[in-house]
């Protein structure tokens, strides 16, 4: 009879990061930091690029096993401390080459040579490259700019979800593309083809409030659709609205309805960073509208420390998410002038309903959620406002609308007067001042002065657009002779 097998004891299964050792990596980091201090740049950028590396890599390794949420955490926090201490080696490298060239003992292309001999140092000398030394600039000039911005910046993107890596990085403080000064307060300019997109699934109230308007990329295909819209931004940028009304200027986050009752839709694309989550919390906490439509990063889905995030996604969840499978044309600054690009964002629209109860989020609880190609739209009809789609209904008890939405001549006859009666009192006016001083739409002071010039009333504009000026040329009493 054969003995039996003798079998080692069993071992206990690593756990996923055990081949992670966090706390060796979290004491190569604090040397790397050590090293910075002590003024060994090179060596401290050696080390935290080395220790970089290896907490990125553990935490793709924790999210791909699914390891717990405090794992991850902490791979998340290693690769932060490492990414800034990177950062400011790199920015201590840049400011000491250049103290190097001012000194005249770095060779400089184009300029004579400040000491005799050959024995000029060379960039290789430093143990870098063009490339390496052109990123350590651009942080540089970002920090002397905006003290503290890599820090603050590696922290935001940490609260919004996203794991701080050398390219969101890049991208976040704009020395991939644009410098803070150049992108402003967090204003890109919205595609048109992606409101195009979202009014192809989702209907709203006859008039929408654009809190973050900047120039009204994201207005005017809305007003193109026959909606009012109320304008607003926390920058003035004169932004005028269809109806002749100019933005208010004002913090959305300092904003409150003026009194009880039901407040219009908001559909905008929301400033980024730092006042995002701030943002979206408010919107739903203090403003509570039938319908929220916000353009974001699809990242917004996650995150989990930031408590205006866990408000606004588990306790109001929106009722649908419409992810642009295609990543949107890029959302360039203001002012961009250059060749145009995909974004580098994933980004859907994320759309709230308000239930009859006062709450948000689909009855069942779950967020539907839809894929769509913005290239399908470009060219597609649209819902008008209240047309359906998700809109919910409206509906007065005791005052019922019986009268029908009035044609473009029919709104002319109707403000013809009113628009004679405020042009006679000046000497010279130009279309958006009409607009405002008779509260009437862009489309219906336009026709109307077409009727004025041709009556000879006024003079033709002095130049193209709303701003082109008109003389009145007779008056019955006013102040024009």
Request: negative net charge; charged residues 30%.
């Amino acid at each position: 009879m054969m003995a039996a097998l003798a079998l080692p004891d069993p071992q206990p299964i690593p756990a996923p990061l055990d081949r992670f050792d966090a706390i060796a990596l979290a004491e190569r980091i604090n040397h790397a930091r050590q090293l910075l201090d002590a003024g060994d740049i090179m060596a401290s950028l050696t080390y935290s690029e080395g220790a970089y590396d290896e907490a990125k890599a553990a935490h793709g390794f924790a999210a791909k096993v699914k390891a717990s949420e405090g794992v991850i955490a902490r791979a998340h926090a290693l690769v932060a401390e490492a990414l800034e201490i990177r950062s400011l080696a790199k920015i201590a490298l840049a400011n000491e080459y250049e103290r190097a060239q001012a000194a005249g003992v770095v060779a400089s292309r184009g300029r004579p040579k400040k000491v005799s001999g050959e024995d000029l140092l060379k960039l290789a000398d430093f143990r870098v490259d063009k490339r390496l030394l052109s990123e350590a600039r651009k942080l540089r000039d970002q920090e002397v700019a905006n003290p503290g911005i890599i820090g603050r910046t590696i922290a935001a993107l940490s609260a919004d979800g996203i794991l701080p890596t050398k390219a969101s990085l890049r991208a976040a403080i704009g020395t991939a593309s644009a410098s803070k000064e150049e992108r402003g307060d967090n204003f890109y300019q919205t595609p048109a083809v992606a409101t195009i997109s979202l009014l192809a699934f989702e209907s709203f109230s006859s008039t929408i409030w654009e809190p973050a308007c900047g120039a009204g990329a994201i207005s005017r295909v809305l007003e193109a659709q026959g909606y009012d819209v109320i304008l607003s931004d926390l920058v003035d940028r004169g932004t005028i609205s269809e109806a002749g009304d100019v933005q208010s200027v004002g913090d959305f986050l300092l904003s409150k309805p003026e009194g009880e009752g039901e407040g219009p839709d908001i559909v905008t694309n929301p400033p980024y960073g730092e006042v995002l989550n701030a943002f979206v919390a408010h919107a739903l906490r203090v403003h509570k509208p039938r319908k929220l439509a916000l353009l974001l990063n699809l990242n917004f889905k996650c995150g989990f420390a930031d408590d205006d995030r866990n408000f606004v996604m588990d306790e109001c969840p929106p009722s649908r998410v419409y992810v642009f499978k295609r990543r949107l044309p890029m959302m360039h600054r203001e002012g961009y002038d250059g060749p145009k690009a995909s974004s580098r964002m994933n980004t859907a629209w994320f759309v709230w309903e308000r239930n009859e109860d006062g709450t948000y989020g689909d009855p069942d609880g779950w967020t539907k959620e839809r894929r769509i190609d913005w290239r399908d739209f470009a060219d597609t009809d649209t819902l008008e406002p209240g047309e359906g789609g998700h809109s919910l209904g409206i509906h007065f008890d005791d005052a019922p609308r019986t009268t029908p939405k009035l044609e473009l001549h029919e709104r002319v006859d109707r403000d013809r007067e009113d628009a004679r009666a405020w042009v006679l009192q000046r000497d010279e006016f130009d279309r958006a001042e009409l607009c405002r001083g008779i509260g009437r739409r862009d489309s219906t002071v336009e026709a109307i002065i077409a009727e004025f010039v041709a009556g000879g009333l006024i003079s033709p504009a002095s130049e193209p657009g709303r701003l082109g000026r008109h003389k009145v040329l007779r008056s019955t009493g006013g102040a024009a002779a």
